[in-house]
């Protein structure tokens, strides 16, 4: 097993944006699903993003679509999240996650739901601010 790296994390004014980025290093990206979790206090872990390595087919939870946005550096072993218009709510600790092989973009999708992925990063802390 493989541990992600996240970084980038921080505070930012609500309204504002921000972006993170997930290195899994010594991983084989291909056929792979990555995926973005967050997870605030007192609350479930929900998926927030996810992305097939492969196809780069994305999805993501209804309360940050049209506002982040998922994307992959396959040659650099990298994940991203693009965080824009940022909301109070979006304050939690964001995990990178990965899993494979998976070669089905629905299946992958239907990870951020279930969060059945292998590799968890230790988590980083996104806080919006008022």
């Known amino acids: 097993q493989v541990q992600p790296a996240e970084s980038g994390g921080g505070s930012v004014q609500a309204g504002g944006s921000l972006s993170i980025s997930c290195e899994v290093s010594?991983?084989?990206?291909?056929?792979?699903?990555m995926a973005w979790f967050r997870q605030a206090p007192g609350k479930k872990r929900e998926g927030v993003a996810s992305?097939?390595?492969?196809?780069?087919?994305?999805d993501y939870v209804d309360s940050v679509a049209g506002r982040f946005r998922i994307s992959r550096d396959s040659a650099k072993n990298m994940v991203y999240l693009q965080m824009n218009s940022l909301k109070l709510e979006d304050t939690a600790t964001y995990y990178c996650?990965?899993?494979?092989?998976?070669?089905?973009?629905?299946?992958?999708?239907?990870?951020?739901?279930?969060?059945?992925?292998?590799?968890w990063g230790q988590g980083i802390q996104v806080t919006v601010s008022s």
């Open positions: 992305i097939a390595t492969g196809s780069g087919y994305s």
């Open positions: 996650a990965a899993v494979r092989p998976v070669v089905s973009d629905a299946k992958c999708a239907r990870r951020l739901g279930n969060g059945n992925f292998d590799n």
């Open positions: 010594g991983y084989t990206f291909s056929e792979s699903c």
